[in-house]
């Protein structure tokens, strides 16, 4: 069984894999508060579902991509290990996507096909970052990407988690902060701020949450 809080058909709004048609399954409960967090409904206790069942839906879709997002997915992880050998044993070749928090190791799916986007909490206002633990997930997987939320004015924040973690050869996207009241100026704000340092524009994509723009989920 796994419990979810939702689960829909989009487009992948925001990282590396942005654009991409996708089934997401967002899972219930999350070991975080994070103060502007927008899913924040997904905190409660979730509805419980067979996880074959679920599998097989996400495939019924026949899209490229599956995610599963939070709340903290990592919480489950034993739950989504099965849900990529379900998806896998039933034809699924395109990418199983996980969203986490960067908070748990998962070592339920070492050896699995899964992309992990990581985007540990790096806003200085909430600062959650286990650098230890980031490099040492980027270590023993082989699709990762890392991907910051925050607002121009976190770039030190961002910095000292960059300078905390040290060079790391992974896809490296900064994502505007989505609670701003307005979205199109904190994202041009934000690309100011990278394309004035050097060492930020150098490694990072800045990506905003396109499903924002185009109003929707
Ligand atoms: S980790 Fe994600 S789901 Fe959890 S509180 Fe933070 S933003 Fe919300």
Redesign the pocket.
Known sequence: MIEIAERFLSIQGEGHLVGTPAYFIRLAK?????P?????Y??SPGERVEVRELALEALSKGVPLVVAT???PLLQQEALAELEAELRSSGFEGIFQIET?ATIYPKALEGRDVWLTL?P?VTCDYYVADTNLVRKIIENFEKVELKLVARASDIPCVKRFLKELGEVSVPKVLQPLSGEANYSKASRELVMKVLEDKELRRQFRVIPQIHKFLKID
């Open positions: 999350c070991n975080l508060r994070c502007w967090c927008d899913t924040k997904s905190w939070g709340g903290e928090n985007s909490k």
